[in-house]
């Protein structure tokens, strides 16, 4: 077993610390330098709701004093961040009393689901089709069809995302416009459910996977062109092995391990673009949890979602940092990094 | 060989040969700035040759196919609205002519900003050294981790409505730590070099071994990240507005794809009204994609010998 040196362990833990401290204190900051104030939000909601409020400058103070708006700046400051160490962000305005962790914890399973589910495909598919186009003994067509495919990788998902849902959801009628599971359909551990959730799940998958696995095909690309090149190869040919399994056995392997370092650069915008895809296909996720809020200018749901993304995109980077030297050997960290 | 022992053919290829050995002159290159330009010619021959005073709503009929298609209500398109109308009246093309440039507009400048950022902290970081070098290379280390999405989306549900350029700016501060790092990373490793080593002997200025040592070197980097920047932006702002927020009151096509998409235009069938802005976005990702692949070439000469 090799071990990691504490410097580099120290290190990252200070970025994924730095960063989770940065993005919760601008959370913080961003909102307290608007005017609109949230007290106020809320009591136009009860007043939407009840036709008029009565006492309304005792309710005001009293939502104020609830919120801890009465505090001085650094207390309210210190309370944040303690509530959001432990994920109390406070409760929902929209449907209160609604605790907002409580909204998260329902929404994440499914972003989780659909993100790691489109990961794993695209990371296959992208690799495999990034090798072949490399390959020399791949055929004519695979090289033309690929590029041609390539294309359309440059486009965000939500686009995709769209276009999928008019062929297969409006017009053809395969699979269902939105949602994520069937209304008539209780959730629960039965084939039925589990069925209805992968049919609904299906376009959202598919609209992040055709868009994204250029990605991982270009820079396989890349990374085959280099050792395709290299002496081994040459000598494994050299020594009459069958093509596919040099290609398997020597090319791939020793190509694939940068692309998962990649990953980090890139999560942060894989799990934007799938925050929007929820939003058109109203998938019970993250992404719709955000949107509602957003419309109804719940700021503890907005707060809470837009950190716990953060928090998952800093985890992941800082998890590919640190298994990284377990996979491939040939990195060695320096002390200094 | 020389010159006069070829025949003339065999001069004729060497020319060619030698005209696209220039890697600047790659179709990829061509076709995608030529895309982009052509959003750009839209939005400027549009302004003249069509009323962009179609925007307003209720200038039309709701809901108006282009032309030889008929909506659910069985209007057929006319030739008033050759692009068809959305669902308050307006006309898609002057949508599309006054729309269109303004994603390229905040995407370029968001870019140009941050690479700007990006040019002086990375040189900074690479020459001061220390702990300069450190504080800069931690933060963007931190800060490219932050998807500005989220951030932004705090930003304008607590601020309300925002112009362009203010979306820009706001993009700009998420878009300089790739070009830091790039620039800082290539900085170490000229200042190695000979011929910067050189330069600093025969007792050039810092200033001048930057910019006229180092820079020209660095040129296809910058415009790479400057390309994935602009994508980076433009996404970063189509996703704000499909969210509906980013400015409400200036025509941006992620707007119209969040209204379309609020109208159930998928569901009526109106595939004039996200379609149109839909296709355009693909066709600025599509450009930006091509300028970015023929800058590799440029950059990477090994890629050079294979076809995509």
Known sequence: ?????????????????????????????????????????????????????????????????????????????????????????????????????????????????????????????????????????????????????????????????????????????????????????????????????????????????????????????????????????????????????????????????????????????????????????????????????????????????????????????????????FIDPRIRHEAST | MTDASMTRAERRRARRIRRFDNPWLNPKLFWGIGLLLGIVVLGILGRVFWDPELVFVGSGIPKLPPPGFENLRGQAGTFTNPLGTEGSGRDMLALIIIGAPNSLFVGLLASLIGMSIGIFLGFTSGFVGGRTDDVIRVLSDVMITIPPLLILVVFQSAFGDVSLTMMALLIAGFVWQSPTRLIRAQVLSMKQSGYVQMARLSGASTWHIMFKEMLPNLVPYLFGSFIANVTTSIVTAVGLEVLGLGPQRIPTLGRTIYEAINAGALIQNLWWWWGIPTLLLAVMFIGLLLINLGLDEVSNPRLRKLKL
């Open chain 1, 1 to 325: 077993m090799r071990t990691i040196p504490t410097s580099y362990l120290l290190n990252r833990l200070l970025t994924l610390f730095l960063t989770v401290f940065i993005a919760a204190t601008l959370i913080w900051i961003i909102p307290r330098l608007s005017p609109v104030d949230p007290a106020e939000i809320m009591l136009g909601r009860m007043a939407a709701g009840a036709g008029a409020v009565a006492d309304s400058e005792a309710i005001l103070a009293q939502l104020r004093a609830n919120f801890g708006l009465d505090d001085p700046l650094f207390i309210q400051y210190l309370k944040y961040l303690c509530n959001t160490v432990t994920f109390n962000f406070g409760l929902s305005t929209a449907t209160f009393p609604t605790p907002v962790s409580a909204l998260i914890a329902n929404a994440l399973p499914w972003t989780l689901g659909l993100m790691i589910l489109s990961l794993i495909v695209t990371f296959i598919i992208g690799n495999l089709l990034g090798a072949l186009m490399v390959w020399e003994e791949s055929p004519k067509l695979v090289k033309v069809a690929i590029p041609a495919a390539m294309v359309f990788t440059s486009i965000p998902p939500i686009l995709s995302g769209l276009l999928l849902m008019w062929i297969f959801a409006a017009n053809l009628r395969w699979f269902p416009l939105t949602g994520a599971y069937g209304l008539t359909v209780e959730p629960g551990w039965t084939w039925e459910f589990a069925i209805s959730v992968l049919h609904h799940g299906f376009l959202p998958a598919l609209s992040i996977v055709i868009v994204t696995f250029g990605f991982w095909a270009l820079g396989m690309r890349g990374l085959m062109i280099t050792v395709q090149g290299e002496d081994y190869v040459t000598l494994a040919k050299a020594k009459g092995l069958k093509p596919r399994y040099i290609l398997y056995k020597y090319m791939i392997r020793n190509a694939i391990l940068p692309q998962i370092t990649a990953f980090a650069l890139k999560v942060g915008l894989l799990i934007a673009g799938q925050v929007l895809v929820e939003r058109i296909f109203a998938y019970n996720g993250m992404g719709k949890l955000l949107y509602d809020a957003i419309l109804d200018q719940d700021f503890p749901v907005i707060q809470g979602v837009s950190f716990v993304i953060i928090l998952m995109t800093a985890l992941s980077v800082f998890i590919v940092d640190l298994i990284y030297p």
